[in-house]
């Protein structure tokens, strides 16, 4: 039987990634635009008792709520937003310190500080290299409803089957936006299992350490784990970049507007390609590198200062390419106002 | 408007943004009565967390600083250190007061510092679309308790008893309503001035109507608050 | 819906039911088989600014919820074109509700109007203004009649408390979608706002009401001692009814102006 099209918002579609993927617990805290997200599983939990939820007093002990689940064995995760994905923070640098499969949603909002509640790019900083490490998390963007619900499903495989912590980026639009999808229900799903193993050898965790030397030991593995699981984590979307002298770079929603826009560029003619990360951290460079082959110019576009330019720029450093920055902090872009800065900078 | 309201309400931020019917206005009135009636206009500054507070913004004639959310009474415990002579007040709500910011409340009170924190109690995380908070009581339907608030979740919070507990003998703290204006003023002229004449902590609970979030209307509203005077007490805790 | 792709912007007061429309149109179009967006623009107040909904339907993918230029604009209150105006465009058409927009007021190159507000009130009820104008709209957009009165069944379902409401509402939408849209001018907007403050008086005392305040919470009304107080005709911020003063009854006790949440009501004896 082919599978229907729906009429759900992004959170709506959220809420049944979670579910798909197998999360039995949420933690929560209301903050907008996120939570539709802890209501919709509310509901959802009300008809399926084998779904928990706690709203906590606040995110800091949401979000170590869901470490508590984890290494009890079932999938949990928590979604948030702005201020709240700052005190996030705190339990995911716990996860990349002890390597737990934590899941995250977080609907960007405009920053810094209580800024809007509607949209911006500006958390990409906060969920990549948010924490007091390096940044070993893995970061998804999601730029419509459709794969909103796909990323969140790809985030638990991803977090259970490698052991980072895991958040997927939507944003207020994305949250709020009732669209018409079809879902791509998953093929395969990643099981848990308890991290305190409860066996006769018994699992001592911890991520505090004495010596420089025995804590740099344990840096070094998670960072040789990071490069090996690289190639099997990292995703990109590349859309007409064989021959582009020109190269659109955008993530999430503002990467929606930018295909559209590149219809209205006369794209092939003009040789201009987009190229999407769907990981923003760690960076699909391999696919970034062969679309910037025969690249002049880049345009890096963001609703924000400069979050996805210091990314992307890290990884073509030494390059001669000229990059142009058009950067809208909290701000969205439609397609019309991308065509436009495009062709005034030439 | 003049007499229509208070001297020290900003009448450029009016109308303002709350709700038809919301709770809020109707504390900040006699507030802005109570301050009006000390003549401190000019020697107060006000904190505000983040919910529906934080619409007061711009609403009185007076210094006002959006905090983050939970955290008011922090901000102000420390504004009152760099500015001793000034009155400190701190404006928020129950989610911000009894959920993130309790701990931050509770070590005010122990350490007894000189700020009058006020927190307006309707039940609800309003300004995010009515989620349960600390202070729902059991059996209570909001979008995060469908079929009511279990007592899994606790029931309701009693803010000030607890606060009672563990605060020096000079605090002072209350629970007032908005169905009872004149007491609430009262309340509200009491805890300012222990701070100013006390040196100490003050606290005041006002128990508030959310029309928009519990969906009741004008005579509902106040039909529930007076179930919500009879779980939680008005008066003094002494 | 004779383009591949329409992009219609609705505004109105927050409370009109601009949301509801779009949600009932949106979901239509839906469930007929097209492509559809829709997202509310929102602040953080829950009352009090004007409420607006970007609508996309097509025939093809839609990359992204929202837009620079509308097809189509409906505005249900004066307050709200200025959050539109930026999106109307020559080739934009615009409906209004012209009981409340005077026809000056929008500037645009074609405008038709329709007096949902006067056509509500006067036939059922000032709140089913929403499925009028979904009346009206589904038959612009070429949504089968019956499947849009279904989704209006099924999203309002829980407001339909007696079989009579739903059809009464039903009479409503058939009516809105049965409207004939004409270009042209149009009477006052009558349904408006009061500006200044209202004085009346009698018995002794004196009424200040302050239309450009009040928000129809009702609160003086349930509060007042002496039933004194009633909701009139005349129409406040949120262009619903304000309070009138029944002078027989009322002793000037002050008890509406201490609860009134927005300082909107003030009544004095008058000292001779």
Same mark, same amino acid.
Request: charged share 20%; with cysteine; glycine share 8%.
């Given at each position: ?346 | ?9 900003? /009448? ?8 038809? #019917?919301?709770?809020? @206005? *109707?504390? =900040?009135?006699? !507030?802005?009565? $109570? ?49 001793? /002579? ?8 129950? #989610?911000?007061?009894? @959920? *993130?910011? =309790?701990?931050? !409340?509770?070590? $005010? ?130 | ?272």
């Amino acid at each position: 039987m082919p599978d229907k099209k729906i009429f759900i918002t992004g959170n709506e579609a959220a809420v049944l990634g979670a579910i798909d993927a197998g999360a039995e617990v949420m933690f929560g805290y209301p903050i907008t635009p996120a939570t539709e997200i802890l209501q919709g599983w509310v509901a959802k939990a009300e008809e399926n008792k084998k779904l928990q939820y706690l709203q906590t007093e606040d995110e800091i002990a949401a979000g170590f709520g869901v470490l508590g689940v984890l290494l009890g064995g079932k999938k949990a995760f928590t979604a948030s937003a702005g201020p709240g994905h700052i005190l996030l923070q705190d339990p995911l640098s716990m996860a990349e310190n002890l390597r737990l499969p934590f899941v995250g949603i977080m609907m960007q909002r405009g920053g810094p500080s209580t800024g809007t509640v509607n949209f911006s790019q500006q958390e990409v900083n906060l969920a990549a290299f948010g924490g007091n490490g390096d940044g070993l998390r893995i970061v998804y963007s999601a730029s419509s409803v459709g794969e909103l619900y796909e990323l969140v499903i790809q985030a638990f495989n991803t977090a259970w089957q490698y052991r980072w912590p895991t958040i997927v980026l939507g944003d207020g639009y994305l949250g709020k936006t009732r669209s018409t999808v079809l879902l791509k229900k998953p093929r395969q799903l990643i099981p848990a299992y308890p991290i305190l193993e409860e066996k006769t050898e018994p699992t001592h965790l911890r991520n505090c350490y004495s010596s420089e030397e025995s804590f740099g030991e344990v840096l070094k593995k998670n960072i040789a784990d990071w490069h090996k699981d690289k190639p099997a984590i990292v995703r990109s979307e590349s859309l007409q970049t064989e021959e582009a002298e020109t190269l659109i770079v955008a993530h999430g929603l503002v990467a929606s507007a930018a295909k559209e826009a590149i219809t209205g560029l006369n794209a092939k003619k003009n040789k201009i390609g987009l190229f999407r990360p769907i990981t923003l951290n760690p960076l699909d460079s391999d696919a970034l590198k062969k679309a910037a082959q025969k690249v002049k110019k880049i345009f890096i576009i963001e609703s924000a200062l400069n979050q996805l330019a210091r990314i992307i720029k890290y990884e073509l450093a030494g390059s001669e390419i000229e990059f142009i920055e058009i950067a809208k902090p909290a701000e969205g872009f439609t397609p019309e106002e991308i065509i436009t800065r495009i062709k005034q900078n030439g | 408007m003049d007499n229509f309201s208070p001297k020290s309400w900003n /009448q450029k931020s009016k109308p303002h943004f709350f709700c038809p #019917g919301c709770g809020h @206005a *109707i504390a =900040l009135k006699q !507030l802005g009565y $109570a301050i009006d009636d000390l003549a401190i206009q000019q020697k107060t500054t006000i904190g505000i967390d983040i919910g529906c507070s934080l619409l007061v913004w711009d609403f009185f004639n007076i210094d006002t600083v959006q905090t983050h959310h939970g955290r008011t009474t922090p901000v102000m415990v420390g504004y009152k250190i760099a500015k001793p /002579q000034r009155i400190a007040l701190a404006y928020t709500g129950d #989610g911000g007061a009894y @959920a *993130i910011g =309790l701990q931050s !409340l509770v070590h $005010a009170a122990f350490r007894n510092n000189p700020v009058t924190v006020i927190v307006v109690n309707n039940e609800n995380y309003a300004m995010t679309g009515g989620q349960l908070s600390p202070t729902t009581e059991t059996g209570i339907k909001t979008t995060t308790s469908p079929s009511g608030k279990d007592l899994k979740f606790g029931p309701g919070f009693k803010g000030p008893e607890l606060l009672h507990q563990i605060a020096n003998e000079k605090s002072f703290i209350a629970r007032g309503s908005i169905s009872n204006p004149v007491q609430l003023k009262n309340l509200l002229i009491k805890a300012i001035k222990n701070q100013t004449d006390n040196n100490s902590f003050s606290f005041i609970e006002i128990l508030s109507i959310c029309p928009t979030n519990w969906k009741t209307d004008a005579e509902q509203s106040f039909e529930r608050l007076k179930e919500m005077e009879k779980y939680y007490p008005i008066g003094e805790i002494k | 819906m004779k383009s591949k792709t329409a992009k219609i912007i609705l505004a109105g007061e927050g409370g009109q039911g601009v949301q509801t429309i779009a949600k009932i149109l949106s979901t239509t179009a839906a469930d007929e088989g097209f492509e559809v967006s829709y997202i509310p623009s929102f602040g953080v107040e829950q009352r009090g600014s004007p409420s607006i909904a970007f609508l996309t339907i097509s025939q093809g993918a839609i990359c992204y919820p929202r837009f620079d230029k509308a097809d189509l604009a409906v505005i249900l209150q004066e307050r709200a074109i200025f959050n539109v105006a930026r999106y109307i465009v020559p080739e934009t058409t615009v409906i209004f509700d012209s009981s409340t927009v005077s026809f000056d007021a929008v500037r645009a190159k074609r405008k038709f109007g329709i007096p949902a507000t006067k056509l509500a009130s006067e036939n059922l009820a000032l709140k089913s203004l929403n499925v009028l104008m979904v009346g009206a709209l589904s038959r612009l957009l070429d949504l089968p009649a019956e499947k849009t009165w279904q989704t209006i069944v099924s999203v309002l379902s829980k407001k339909f408390k007696t079989e009579e409401i739903k059809e009464r509402n039903h009479q409503i939408f058939l009516l809105g979608k049965d409207f004939e849209l004409k270009e042209g001018n149009f009477t006052e907007a009558t349904f408006v706002p009061q500006h200044g403050p209202i004085k009346t008086g009698g018995e002794g005392k004196e009424a200040i009401i302050a239309p450009d305040h009040c928000k129809s919470c009702g609160i003086c009304i349930i509060k007042c001692p002496f039933g004194a107080l009633s909701f009139g005709k005349k129409l406040g911020l949120l262009s619903s009814p304000i309070p009138e003063v029944d002078f027989k009854k009322c002793t000037a006790c002050d008890t509406c102006s201490r609860f009134c949440p927005d300082g909107a009501i003030k009544i004095k004896k008058i000292i001779k």
